[in-house]
């Protein structure tokens, strides 16, 4: 079976991101870039399905040179293939879902992932867009899978438990922590990733339905203010929650 | 997500792949060195557990071919290991340079064939453990006078001798020993368990608590024709492997620096005296410069070193003077960090302390600081300074 594995290059969220002067997107010099950490999981989870059943696993992530960094990364796991769709103009998740589904559509893969999201821009949407625009069935924030033949089983986290989900491939599944242990390349792994030649093919976009206007950082905290330490205060505290907060 | 000191854009000068060894080690001693180090340092106890994960990852004999299981990297992914290695412990890094180095390098370089099927790839694995045996206790910058002594008998050789301060010894499978041969010295190597040979462990170590250090006594061992190294002859042999060894080392102690810079600037920042964190009082800073200026140079050092090597450009000398330079100023950063950390410094709550200590031996091992001196200065003068 091909198995697809859709990974984004994103910038470390430990690290403090800025935005940018002209307030079109964030100030990318001196930001540390990553591999998605839920795309891990993702990748993690399709090897361990092709150890078993055999297969190819591709991996494929949409933007920019840089992110061969990251396709290197999951060939060194032990991914098969690494192809990089060159971004067009529009970028928004739907246009992305587009670009990897023909991928997808000409690999003839019949098990799809991705992380649950991109820790970037969080719309945590690419899969589920994926999956419509394939016409496949789709598990989100799965965090337990079991393949057999055709049929799907998949653990989701909800409020409070967990659902239990019964479908069948072709499928797209979005990957939650704790759906497996990623684990580490090896150095043989990174040499032979070294030597594999990432494909690079062009997206085919269409006219953005989401375009971003600008990018604002949050507006600085304000100190906070001590109305008193003891029931005195309780009077005061309602009365600024109603006039000043506007909470009730 | 790799994170380390990079003031001059050196990484801009990495690979991608040589990018991600470094960060693949990093994450290895993140996730299964740094939790447990404390603890076998304070025990004086070698975290064996290490051993089969590593030879997973493929960080033994890193840089030999890999038709023997290895993971045929360059010269700076084999430096970029030890850096990120012994920013968790030196006595990790020095299990690993040990068998990559001292046991895999010789073996691959003056072994033969039937030597090397043998045991490279059950090196590259773990599966075996060797250890190197050229130091006597009573020669140690001079090993060209060492007495073990090996003597032609029928079907193989009979050894006889001591050597110490072998790093590995006691849980080796293999010995790496130099002995002399009708007064030439050869390698043989030496299998654990074979009559007459023994490793007992040297206790009392106040550095590399976390690294098995051993003497190794040999009394009649027999050691088959096959197991002598076949184009091991002479003195030069057995420096060569310590020159691969004090490569690793110029790159390892970079790393033990960067874990000692990192420890005292976040510390600096957190800890208030007065009315400010004390990285806010010049003579911190100051300290906080010399480290950061340091590690800078070492980094430049290292990197050209490696370059150097994979031209087959690079000269012994050169190996001298970036080991002799960077274990000096890694001390240095060391003592100053644990400075910084005032009383918490000796606690091993922080890595100072234990790096401090490390540091002592690494500056003195593989070559002392003063011997390197002297390499160099016969190097510009001409002038050997030692008798020869």
New interface residues.
Partial sequence: MNIAVCVNHVP?T?AKVKVSEDHSGIDTAGA?W?LNPYDEFAIEEALKIKEKTGGTVYVLSFGPAEN??TI??AL?MGADEGIRIKPGTAADSLNVARALAAQITALDCKLVFTGKQSVDYDNGIVGQLLAELLGYNCVSVAVALQIDGTSVVAEREIEGGREVIQTTLPAVITAQKGLNEPR?????G??A??KKVIQEVEAVTMDPVVVTQSFESPAPKTAGKILGTDVQAVPELIKAIHEEMKLV | MYKGLDYYSFDSLLSEDEKLVRELVYDFVQADVLPIIEEHNRQGRFPFELVQKMGELNLFGANLPARYGCAELNSVAYGLIMQELERGDSGIRSFVSVQSGLVMYPIFTFGSDEQKEKWLPLLASGEAIGCFGLTEPDFGSNPGGLVTKAEKVTGGYKLNGAKMWITNGTIADIAIVWAKLDGVIHGFIVEKGVKGYSAPEMKGKHSLRASVTSELVFEDVFIPDSNLLPNSRGLKCALMCLNQARYGIAWGVTGAMIACYQAALDYSLSRKQFSKPIGGYQITQQKLVYMLTEITKAQALNIQMGRLKDAGQLRFQQVSLAKRNNCEVALNIARMSREVLGANGILDEYPVMRHAANLESVKTYEGTHEMHTLILGEDITGLPAFDN
Wanted: hydrophobic share 45%; glycine share 6%; aromatic share 6%.
């Fill in positions: 470390d430990a540390a990553i061969n960094e290197r990364k060194g580490y390349a090896s150095l043989k990174i040499m990733a070294k």
